[in-house]
């Protein structure tokens, strides 16, 4: 079986004031232990940026899910003694999600952090993606398993397939299923049958450019499957 596999690019802006100490490998999070910082000679380095280069064979979020998830993990690393157990992890996890959807000031939408771009087929142009102002967490899925098993994208009707263009999610398409949750609330609908989150696009390509307004606050990026 093919399955496909996507690369990550990600560049970080050297301030003005002079670039930053090289960061070390142990110093970055948890979301990007197994990216590597290209070379300088690299034809993917950019003067005056910081250039990292990973991938992901399962997915790629950002906003709330990742907050959680970030803490999820600095949590585990913290007190490894108590996620032993599958359920009890579940169960840490989907309470640290709903203490988010409770606190709307810790929670985002999506389009104060980051403005999103998307490549719908190959060599198409870039066109930035319209997401309800409501979301705040959009994640781009690769496999069609998510949270312990769960389809995010589902399959899309036969009307809703043909006037959006959308199909249902293979591993081998070339395609990235692209998400959006509101909450944790909202996540308990993948529960249902036939339950799946707000199907925003499925593109070739995204592009996520965090807003200059978002320095002030935390951006939490996660992937899974590297």
Request: aromatic content about 8%; proline content about 6%; charged content about 20%.
């Amino acid at each position: 079986m093919n399955i496909d596999s996507w690369h990550i690019i990600m560049r970080m802006r050297i301030p003005q004031e002079g670039p930053c100490d090289p960061i070390a490998p142990l110093d970055l999070p948890h979301s990007l232990h197994a990216f590597h910082r290209v070379s300088a000679c690299d034809s993917l380095n950019l003067e005056g940026y910081h250039t990292f280069r990973g991938g992901f064979w399962n997915y790629f979020s950002l906003g709330m899910d990742a907050q959680v998830s970030y803490e999820f993990h600095s949590e585990r690393k913290r007190n490894p003694e108590k996620f032993r157990h599958q359920l009890r992890n579940q169960g840490t996890y989907a309470k640290l999600g709903f203490k988010h959807s409770l606190n709307h000031l810790s929670s985002r939408n999506i389009s104060q952090l980051a403005k999103v771009k998307i490549m719908k087929r190959p060599g198409s142009q870039w066109e930035e993606l319209k997401i309800p102002r409501s979301i705040q967490s959009v994640i781009c899925l690769n496999l069609p398993s998510f949270s312990g098993g769960l389809n995010p994208w589902g399959t899309p009707g036969t009307r809703k397939a043909q006037d959006r263009d959308l199909t249902a999610p293979y591993v081998d398409d070339g395609l990235i299923e692209v998400v959006g949750f509101r909450d944790a609330w909202h996540g308990l609908i993948l529960l249902a049958p036939n339950g799946h989150g707000t199907r925003l696009a499925q593109v070739e390509g995204t592009s996520l450019l965090c807003q200059h307004s978002a320095a002030r606050h935390t951006v939490r990026l996660t992937r899974k499957g590297n």
